[in-house]
């Protein structure tokens, strides 16, 4: 049974840092992109960042520079690093994976930011 468990989220003031994780169990996790998509109440998710199974990253136009994913093979792990964080970076933080076509995702973290 896969399962895909996000930690590390939590309160902080804007300008502040996070780094959240993703613990993958389940599934063949080297060989899969792994994304961390954003939820705020009343929206869709989206995306902010991707790494792919070679580890190219890439990220939407609101956290570059900003944001940092990272993943770890070995530990079946992914992370995101979230520097200079501003209040609109608020929402709910989800780890994805998409295997055979199927969408796998985590229960999420809560990241607030405050002013």
């Known amino acids: 049974q896969v399962h895909l468990v996000e930690s590390g989220g939590g309160l902080v003031q804007a300008g502040g840092s996070l780094r959240l994780s993703c613990r993958a169990s389940g599934v063949n996790f080297r060989l899969h992109p792994v994304d961390w998509y954003r939820q705020v109440p009343g929206s869709q998710r989206e995306m902010v960042a991707r790494?792919?199974?070679?580890?190219?990253?890439d990220y939407s136009e609101s956290v570059k520079g900003r944001f940092a994913i990272s993943r770890d093979n070995v530990w079946t792990t992914s992370h995101l690093q979230m520097n200079n964080l501003r209040v609109d970076d608020t929402g709910v933080y989800y780890c994805h994976i998409k295997r055979a076509g199927n969408d796998l995702w985590g229960r999420g973290t809560q990241v607030t930011v405050s002013s």
């Open positions: 790494i792919d199974s070679s580890g190219r990253a």
